[in-house]
């Protein structure tokens, strides 16, 4: 009786032990069971650490650092970016830095208003993945101009990228008729008079200029700089002990250097330095001018110049105001007043003048200009002139 008892027993304990042993086993469960004792899971996916750059600086390189976890799985990991043109590149990760690896964007890349990058991952198995961001949504890096940078680059663009600019210009001026107050004698040679014979001096007082010129505009705390040549032949009354229609003849030959300050955005200052020959030597002359409001734009300028300094060899000085005014997308419109002494007269007369400027498109542009000049209020004459520009 014992005897079945105890097999009775036995034959449930193995049919039970029997039955655990192919009962099913949860996911987590079954892979422990398939993990040797004192060992972890193997991954199947790795993954990286990097600290996201929110901003940087214009044309200096973007170094990116990051850390990889189960680098054995990886085959390669590109830093993925765009730039502000809409060009797509990568660059690789590499060895380096404090965190492990290092992938260095070029500085040429940054740009204004920024960039974006994406982290992407292959696998040893040859699957790819994005582990930082998405080619469909990079994160941004704003790249911050400086002020001075940005300034610079608002006002190339307006002018269409051209910084040389290459001109021509012309330009008569007539006073009439200027009559002496002293009777002189009459030089010898004279074809109008007789030698010693005591004559009222005469002239039609007029002079014309003519000169070509080029500026380079760097459009910073120096907004341009330029040259010009240029000779000026005219005649005026000037003081003689003898009447000789030859030497009341004046001119000069000229160079001249100028620069533009930007003291403000809507306040420039410009000065001039010439050197010139005229029929009595050598000489030299300086000019300046201030300009209130838009340089390329509606402004007052208020300015001086001066050809030949001093008695040696003077050729006369103007003062003027000049209102540019934009009278459309291509057209600019300026009234001047000048007073002047030029050439080498010995009063201040009063020039009226207005010009009109158009912008013809492809960088050339045109200046017509005319008035009218006068010394004495019985006395005056007509003035006229134009130039020709190019920028590039």
């Given at each position: 009786?014992?005897?079945?008892?105890?097999g009775?027993?036995?034959?449930v304990?193995?049919?039970?032990?029997?039955?655990?042993?192919f009962?099913?086993?949860?996911?987590?469960?079954?892979?422990?069971?398939?993990?040797?004792?004192?060992?972890?899971?193997?991954?199947?996916?790795?993954?990286?650490?990097?600290?996201?750059?929110?901003?940087?600086?214009?044309?200096?390189?973007l170094?990116?650092?990051a850390?990889?976890?189960h680098?054995?799985?990886?085959?390669?990991?590109?830093v993925?970016y765009?730039?502000?043109?809409?060009?797509t590149?990568?660059?690789?990760?590499?060895?380096?830095?404090?965190?492990?690896?290092?992938?260095?964007i070029?500085?040429?890349?940054?740009?204004?208003?920024?960039?974006?990058?994406?982290?992407?991952?292959?696998?040893?198995?040859?699957?790819?993945?994005?582990?930082?961001?998405?080619r469909?949504?990079?994160?941004?890096v704003?790249?911050?101009e400086?002020?001075?940078d940005?300034?610079?680059?608002?006002?190339l663009?307006?002018?269409?990228?051209?910084?040389?600019?290459?001109?021509?210009?012309?330009?008569?001026?007539?006073?009439?008729?200027?009559?002496?107050?002293?009777p002189?004698?009459c030089?010898?040679?004279?074809p109008?008079?007789?030698?010693?014979?005591?004559?009222?001096?005469?002239?039609?007082?007029?002079?014309?200029?003519?000169?070509?010129?080029?500026t380079?505009r760097?459009l910073?705390?120096?907004?341009?700089?330029?040259?010009?040549?240029?000779?000026?032949?005219?005649?005026?009354?000037v003081?003689?002990?003898?009447?000789?229609?030859?030497?009341?003849?004046?001119?000069?030959n000229?160079?001249?250097?100028?620069?533009?300050?930007?003291?403000?955005?809507?306040?420039h200052?410009?000065?001039?330095l010439?050197?010139?020959?005229?029929?009595?030597?050598?000489?030299?002359?300086?000019?300046a001018?201030?300009?209130?409001?838009?340089?390329?734009?509606?402004?007052?300028?208020?300015?001086?110049?001066?050809?030949?300094l001093?008695?040696?060899?003077?050729?006369?000085n103007?003062?003027?105001?000049?209102?540019?005014?934009?009278?459309?997308?291509r057209?600019?419109v300026?009234?001047?007043?000048?007073?002047?002494?030029?050439?080498?007269?010995?009063?201040?007369?009063?020039?009226?003048?207005?010009?009109?400027g158009i912008?013809?498109?492809?960088?050339f542009?045109?200046?017509?200009?005319?008035?009218?000049?006068?010394?004495?209020?019985?006395?005056?004459?007509?003035?006229?002139?134009?130039?020709?520009?190019?920028?590039?």
């Amino acid at each position: 009786m014992v005897t079945r008892t105890f097999g009775k027993t036995l034959a449930v304990f193995a049919a039970a032990a029997l039955s655990l042993s192919f009962a099913p086993r949860d996911a987590e469960a079954q892979k422990a069971a398939d993990v040797p004792p004192g060992e972890t899971p193997t991954p199947t996916t790795p993954r990286v650490h990097h600290a996201p750059i929110a901003s940087a600086e214009p044309g200096t390189k973007l170094v990116l650092e990051a850390s990889f976890e189960h680098a054995e799985l990886i085959r390669n990991v590109l830093v993925v970016y765009q730039t502000a043109l809409g060009e797509t590149k990568a660059v690789p990760f590499q060895r380096g830095g404090e965190r492990g690896y290092i992938a260095v964007i070029p500085g040429e890349a940054l740009k204004a208003p920024g960039i974006g990058y994406t982290i992407e991952v292959e696998q040893m198995n040859g699957t790819r993945f994005s582990a930082f961001a998405s080619r469909q949504k990079f994160h941004p890096v704003s790249v911050i101009e400086d002020r001075t940078d940005a300034k610079e680059r608002a006002a190339l663009s307006r002018l269409g990228g051209r910084r040389s600019v290459v001109g021509v210009a012309g330009e008569y001026v007539g006073f009439g008729k200027t009559t002496g107050t002293t009777p002189i004698p009459c030089a010898a040679g004279q074809p109008t008079c007789t030698p010693g014979e005591e004559v009222l001096p005469a002239v039609d007082e007029q002079y014309y200029r003519v000169e070509a010129s080029y500026t380079y505009r760097p459009l910073r705390t120096v907004s341009e700089f330029g040259f010009r040549l240029g000779l000026v032949r005219g005649w005026s009354l000037v003081p003689l002990s003898e009447y000789n229609e030859e030497r009341y003849k004046v001119g000069l030959n000229f160079g001249a250097a100028r620069i533009r300050f930007r003291l403000l955005d809507l306040w420039h200052l410009e000065t001039e330095l010439q050197t010139s020959v005229t029929e009595i030597g050598f000489s030299v002359g300086l000019g300046a001018s201030t300009l209130i409001g838009d340089p390329y734009g509606s402004k007052l300028i208020l300015g001086f110049e001066s050809l030949g300094l001093g008695d040696s060899a003077p050729f006369g000085n103007r003062f003027y105001s000049r209102l540019d005014l934009v009278a459309g997308d291509r057209v600019l419109v300026s009234p001047i007043v000048e007073v002047t002494d030029m050439p080498n007269a010995e009063t201040y007369g009063v020039r009226l003048i207005g010009e009109v400027g158009i912008t013809l498109g492809r960088g050339f542009s045109v200046q017509v200009r005319g008035g009218y000049q006068a010394r004495r209020s019985t006395s005056g004459g007509p003035g006229f002139g134009g130039s020709v520009l190019y920028a590039f």
